[in-house]
Structures are given as structure tokens and as C-alpha cells.
């Protein structure tokens, strides 16, 4: 689907000002190679530790999005140019990261959406701790295993159904 964020909040405006499609508070950098993405969501909610992302990122994709609540934290990162390369090999449109990235360099030349708050050259911890398929809430909005991103070079949106342009 080619789209654009700014053409599907004008064309769904009234469903966008009513709150029922969200558009993401703009505080996430585009990382990947690929800065236009889409796909149902699956969610993760974990802390400094991505031994779940690694779990995630092994199983297809199916042109999916893995949505990751890592606290905001910005001590170490939860991404790798090896993870995003797994989910890319696996098929997942994209990986949005509340928290930090590292190896932004290689990730920016991978065909894959990544969104991140910032880079951090420490990787995680590996304990194993974390939630998946749960509601997480972060960017002042709330993220629902299932429901749709839409991200560009303008934003990200979150939508419950599948939008058309």
C-alpha cells in the first residue's frame, strides 16, 4: 500500500479529531532503510533487557510491526543491526522502540522501518523479563496487539482497522 500519514489524516480528519485513530507525539527518529512502513501491531513491554525481542523477531512476521515499551529508558540499547536483520530475514515490516537503538549505521542500510527514541552504543541485559501481546501506552498513545501503524517521514499513526487511501 503506498500512503502518506498527512493524506490519511486528512482523508479520515473527523475519525483522527474524535481520537479514534491516533497520531503518535513526534518524539520517535526514523533509523531503518526503509522510512515507510505499515502493519498490524504485536507489542512487547520490557526494561533493558530484549531477550523477548529476540524471541519476537525470530518468528515470521507476516509484514507485522513489533511495537516495543522499553520504559523510555536510554541506558542501553534493545536493537541491533543482528535483530533488525532477523526481523527483516523474517518478514516484519517494522520495529518501533520506546528506548534506544545502536548500530544505527547498518540499520539505515536494512529494508526495514525502525523508530526509536535515540541510539546507545550498550547492549541490553538477557534475563528474560518482559510481557508480550499486552496494551502498552507510551508517545501519549496507546498500542493494541492487532491494531495498524502507519509510519512516514512525517509521523506515525495508530488506526483498529486497516486504512485505505
Known amino acids: ?9 486528512d482523508l479520515y480528519e473527523d475519525t483522527v479529531r474524535a ?7 513526534p518524539r520517535l527518529k526514523s533509523y531503518g532503510g526503509c522510512s515507510v512502513f ?7 513491554k520490557l526494561f533493558e533487557d530484549n531477550t523477548l525481542v529476540r524471541k519476537a523477531l525470530e518468528s515470521p512476521g507476516d509484514n507485522r510491526v513489533l511495537v516495543i515499551d522499553g520504559g523510555g529508558s536510554l541506558r542501553c540499547a534493545l536493537v ?35 523508530l526509536a527514541l535515540d541510539t546507545h552504543p ?15 501506552t507510551f508517545c501519549d498513545s496507546t498500542f493494541v496487539p492487532g491494531h495498524y501503524l502507519y509510519a512516514d517521514h512525517d509521523g506515525a499513526l495508530l488506526s483498529p482497522d486497516e486504512l485505505r487511501q
Do not use: P
Open 80 to 114: 541491533g543491526d543482528q535483530l533488525a536483520r532477523l526481523g527483516m530475514q523474517n518478514g516484519w515490516a517494522g520495529i518501533v522502540v520506546y528506548g534506544c537503538i545502536r548500530d544505527s549505521l547498518a540499520i539505515g542500510n536494512m529494508n526495514i522501518g525502525v
Open 38 to 44: 505499515h502493519g498490524r501491531i504485536t507489542t512487547l
Open 122 to 136: 550498550l547492549k541490553s541485559i538477557k534475563k528474560g523479563a518482559g510481557d508480550a501481546g499486552i496494551v502498552v
Open 1 to 9: 500500500m503506498d500512503f502518506h500519514t498527512a493524506d490519511l489524516c
Open 19 to 25: 481520537g479514534q485513530i491516533c497520531v503518535l507525539e
